[in-house]
Every structure is written in structure tokens, then in C-alpha cells.
């Protein structure tokens, strides 16, 4: 038997950051982020070799390891290996041979979710294997976990929320790592209209997000007023952005969309760097109304808003740079998973 599962990335379109303790568990946070048709894919298939075999495109590896309730983490495929750890855990499991394979649609270090969304696909795809019984809030809060807690990796929470559900979410996180998720109905011309004014660009360069992330942690337990004031304005930028989006705004949209990134900056050190500025100040002279990094920052995929009449002309002055611009659309549902019983049987048509 075969089983395989996709979750979808996710832009985050305003509040990032407010998802992080200690600051959502002293303030409350809130997001508000939307998936899109860029993916993580997880397959795991039955074999009889009595041997794990793991295969992650993404960390080039290939390695097999003999059957065992455990897999030591020693920086090798630490996400499959966290997920196979907790569910055998947690769910009483004997340990069965299997071959897991995995890859993402974007690099990692994108700011676009890879490493928490490939989390919640592998734990789509256990789930689906082994009939575990975890729906789309008990499948983001362990991904959270695991992620957060097993592994020690820095990061918020919106993450595992967003791949889990699908489509445009308005989180809510309180402390005791509660999230109450608030799908919101977008009118299709809103979509579309926001799909025509939204440019993704990816710098060429990927960064990892644990110092930017761990700073902003500091400065929010160190009680740096400047910093936590920044904090403040980007929650309060979801709720601006939600109301925005409902009414199809898209000028208001890309201009709190502005005032978020210039907050962002505040927030922590190299979240911009030349890079990333370099990209900013072409796009906008080229007609562009705003941008923001997706994600902690420092690398990884810049968002822009413009005008659509205008976005052939950001396009071309962005392809002069190193990076490229990734083509997307919004993608409505969440992480999802399927069983191939007999592919012996399966014909081509």
C-alpha cells in the first residue's frame, strides 16, 4: 500500500511575528495569512525489507536505518524523524518497515512555511497510514509540538494552522498554546483582484530564521518598549487587513501592508539586509505599492502589491536582479491525504 499527502504554503499576509511566545502568551496574538498552489508532498510506502528508509529531497537525504521505536535526532531528516518519534509515542505503534519520501515546491528558508507545513504533511500522511484519529486542529497542535517543543526549532505558530486548514485564516493564539482559527469567506472577484495585484519574488536567497526569531523572543522577554510597540501596530495590522480583504480594498490593503513592513524592521536585526532592499526600491520605482518579506525575514520570498495594469513592468525590472518571480494562486483547501491499494492495476489514460 501506498499512501500520499500534500499540504499547501501559505503567505503571511499580516500579524506574523504576534504568533511567537513570549509574545502571544503575555498580549495574544493574531494573524492573518492564505494558503497558495505551492506544496509539500509526503509518500510512505509498505515494504518488507525491515528497514525505515527515508528519502528528503529537501536535506539530500537517503539513508535507511533498521526497525526501531526511535530514530535518533542528529540533524539528518530531524522533521521525519520528530513526526515518526511522537506518533509511535503517542499512539502506542509497532514499528512496521517503510520507506518515506519528501520534498517541497519552494526551497527551505523561503519564508513561506516549508519546514512547519512539510511537518504537518508527514503527519497527514502517519494519520492516514495508520488511521490515527487527529483532525485539522489536533494535526496543527501536534505539528506545533513537535516542531516547537521535540525538536527545539524556533518559530510561531501560524505555520501548522494555516497548512492544516487551507485558504484565508484569521488566527487567534492565546497563551497555553490555544488557537481558535477563523476561515474567512473572500468573495471569488476579491480573490481574483488580489491574485492580479500580488507579485511573489524570491531574493535567491534562503536564510534560516531561528536568529531573527530568537532575537524577537529576547527583545519581548527583555521588555524592549520599542520593539513590543512594533509588535503591537503588526497585530493590529491583521485586524486593519481583514477588514481590508472582506471589503475587496486592495489600495488599503498594499498601504498597511507598508506600514506592516516598516514595523517589521523594528522588530529585530537582519530582517532587511541589501538584498532585500535592493529588490524593494527597484519594484517600487518600477510602479509597485508596497512590499513585505514573507515569513521572519532576511531572505526567502518578498511579497509585492501592485497595480495589475502595472505588473508586467515590476516583473521585468525584478528579473534583473538574481532572483526570479514565482506565478501563484490562492489554494482553498488544506493539508489532504489518499491510499493507492493495487498501482499494478492502475492504467495510464
Known amino acids: 500500500m501506498i499512501i500520499r499527502s500534500k499540504a499547501p504554503l501559505r503567505l ?15 498580549y495574544g496574538g493574531l494573524v492573518l495569512n ?6 509539500a508532498y ?37 522533521l521525519i524523524k520528530g513526526v515518526y518519534n511522537r506518533v509511535v509515542k503517542d499512539f502506542s505503534l509497532r514499528s512496521t518497515a517503510f520507506k518515506i519520501t519528501t520534498y517541497n515546491d519552494a526551497p527551505a528558508g523561503s519564508g513561506l512555511g516549508t519546514s512547519s507545513t512539510m511537518v504537518v504533511c508527514i503527519l497527514k500522511a502517519f494519520a492516514e497510514w495508520k488511521g490515527l484519529p487527529l483532525g485539522d486542529y489536533e494535526i496543527a497542535k501536534l505539528a506545533y ?21 487551507g485558504g484565508f485564516n484569521y488566527i487567534e493564539f492565546m497563551k497555553d498554546d490555544i488557537a481558535i482559527v477563523n476561515p474567512l469567506k473572500i468573495k471569488r472577484w476579491i480573490i481574483d483582484e488580489l491574485e492580479a495585484s500580488m507579485l511573489l519574488y524570491f531574493t535567491g536567497r534562503s536564510r534560516s530564521s531561528a536568529a531573527i526569531i530568537n532575537e524577537q523572543i529576547k527583545n519581548t522577554e527583555n521588555g524592549m518598549t520599542d520593539a513590543i510597540e512594533a509588535m503591537h501596530r ?25 506600514e506592516a513592513w516598516e514595523n517589521k524592521k523594528r522588530m529585530a536585526n537582519h530582517i532587511t539586509n541589501p538584498v532585500i532592499q ?3 526600491t527597484v519594484a517600487l520605482e518600477a510602479g509597485a505599492k508596497a512590499g513585505k518579506v514573507s515569513g521572519a525575514g532576511g531572505g526567502g520570498f518578498i511579497m509585492f ?24 494562486n490562492f489554494s482553498e483547501e488544506g493539508a489532504h491525504s489518499w491510499k493507492i491499494y493495487d498501482t499494478d492495476n492502475i492504467k495510464a489514460f
Open 234 to 258: 503588526i497585530k493590529q495590522s491583521a485586524k486593519d487587513t481583514k477588514l481590508a480583504l472582506l471589503k475587496g480594498d486592495i489600495s488599503a490593503f498594499a498601504d498597511i501592508l507598508h
Open 42 to 78: 509526503c509518500t510512505i510506502e509498505d515494504t518488507d525489507d525491515q528497514q525505515i528508509s527515508i528519502h528528503s529531497y529537501d536535506a539530500g537525504i537517503n539513508k535507511s536505518y533498521p526497525l526501531t521505536d526511535y530514530l535518533e535526532i542528529d540533524g539528518e531528516a530531524s
Open 278 to 280: 535592493k529588490a524593494m
Open 12 to 26: 503571511g499576509l499580516a500579524g506574523g511575528g504576534s504568533d511567537v511566545s513570549p509574545y502571544c502568551d503575555i
Open 305 to 328: 502589491v501592485v497595480e495589475p495594469t502595472r505588473k508586467k513592468e515590476v516583473e521585468k525590472a525584478l528579473e534583473q536582479l538574481d532572483g526570479f518571480v514565482m506565478p501563484f
Open 145 to 165: 509540538e513537535i516542531e516547537r517543543k521535540d525538536l527545539m526549532l524556533s518559530g510561531g505558530k501560524q505555520d501548522q494552522y494555516a497548512a492544516s486548514f
Open 34 to 39: 492564505a494558503t497558495i498552489d505551492l506544496y
